[in-house]
């Protein structure tokens, strides 16, 4: 955070890349931490992969059994970051108590970013749980006999996810792509909304009446332009979770969507972790300039630290958090349709008509969330005056 903070004395440009650089390095020691997880857990069952599959689940309930501490920790953030608004707004807390609820607001950040740690690595080792879970239920939908009862289902040639298979390397590729068009929605989202926000905004403010004190602002359209954004444009993020299994599994086999799935959720951990660390390293470096260092308040590194607060918002309050759930959905859905995706393989007709239908639905509501909000114009503006470049 500290080099951050050092990083906004030359500008927001290498503000925003030392966050991203922090984000990115954050990323992977927390697959590494969960590897070591994952591995002891292996260890202990001592070759039995049946058992060793329910010591990992069992390293997932672990995680889940401080949920009381974790809810806590969570809530801490946002109640800290709400009353250090409220008491900005009032206009009467200054020195010592302003400089408190900063600070508190600061510890609230890094609670945040710890919890969001702990529920996507408590979904990355469930989904390995859930995964097992998916290659047992196709065995029994095969009806493959065991061989090895140590070793179970997973040494099946049947079974066997083989990304040298141009089919199941599709999977691969598109489970990988998921998470960044997942968080490409919800990222646009915020922006877009945040634009028409500020077409309010200024709206207001054009008579000038609200900064002389003569009218009180009007909060009803703001909070309706958000109240109504956050249920529309959580429609097409949460197609791309349910539909994507169906058009995979359906539209290949369910041995690339069992690709799919690995794809999603390394490449989710990876991105949640990044998004969630960036966004809470670039607001706590502005908490730190605010505190009186590097010029404080009101100097250009702290204009720099609010640029790069206002890139991380989205990352760590929207996007990062919501990568938890959407591997947990993905990991569910393929579940729930693999019995018929498996029963349906030979039934070209069948397949495919789902998969086209999902497909068609799936496009549709990416290319309605990519459309042009209302209440923001592109047309160009006037030409104004030339004004000679010094």
């Not at 302003?98 to 609670?111: E, H, P, W, Y």
């Not at 444009?233 to 690995?262: K, R, Y």
């Not at 989710?268 to 470096?285: E, K, R, T, V």
């Not at 991380?312 to 591997?327: E, Y």
Request: charged share 15%; proline share 5%; net charge negative.
């Amino acid at each position: 955070m500290q080099e951050i903070a050092a990083a906004a004395e030359t500008g927001p440009a290498t503000t925003i890349l030392a966050g991203t650089a922090s984000g990115l390095e954050s990323s992977v020691y927390a697959v590494i931490a969960i590897a070591i997880a994952i591995a002891a857990a292996m260890a202990l069952g001592g070759g039995n992969l049946q058992f060793s599959f329910y010591l990992v689940a069992l390293c997932g309930m672990g995680m889940l059994a401080t949920t009381g501490i974790i809810v806590s920790e969570d809530t801490f953030g946002p109640v800290s970051d709400n009353a250090a608004g409220i008491a900005e707004m009032s206009g009467e807390f200054h020195g010592e108590p302003q400089r408190i609820m900063v600070s508190l607001d600061a510890v609230g950040n890094t609670t945040k970013a710890v919890t969001k740690g702990f529920a996507i690595g408590s979904a990355v080792i469930a989904a390995v749980a859930l995964f097992a879970s998916f290659i047992e239920t196709a065995a029994g939908e095969l009806d493959l006999e065991i061989v090895d009862r140590l070793r179970g289902v997973f040494d099946l040639p049947e079974l066997q996810i083989n990304v040298a298979d141009p089919k199941i390397f599709i999977g691969l590729l598109i489970g990988g792509a998921v998470p960044f068009l997942f968080s490409a929605l919800a990222i646009r989202a915020v922006g877009r909304t945040a634009g028409v926000v500020v077409q309010e905004v200024r709206k207001q403010f054009a008579d000038g009446k609200i900064m002389k004190g003569e009218k009180q602002p009007e909060y009803g359209p703001v909070i309706d332009i958000c109240t109504e954004a956050s249920l529309r444009e959580l429609a097409t993020p949460a197609l791309l979770a349910v539909l994507t299994p169906v058009v995979i599994g359906f539209g290949i086999n369910f041995l690339a969507l069992g690709a799919f799935l690995a794809a999603v959720i390394l490449v989710g951990q990876l991105m949640a972790n990044y998004l969630s660390n960036a966004g809470g390293a670039w607001d706590n470096a502005k908490k730190y300039i605010e505190d009186g260092h590097h010029g404080g308040k009101g100097s250009d590194p702290y204009r720099a630290a609010v640029i790069a607060d206002t890139v991380g918002d989205p990352f760590k309050d929207t996007a990062g958090p919501a990568l938890n759930p959407l591997i947990k959905v993905m990991n569910l859905v393929s579940l729930l349709i693999l019995p018929a995706v498996i029963s349906l393989r030979d039934n070209d007709g069948a397949r495919f008509s789902i998969a086209a239908a999902a497909l068609v639905v799936l496009i549709g509501a990416v290319v309605f969330s990519s459309r042009q909000p209302s209440g923001i114009s592109t047309a160009p503006e006037p030409a104004a005056a030339a004004t000679p470049v010094r």
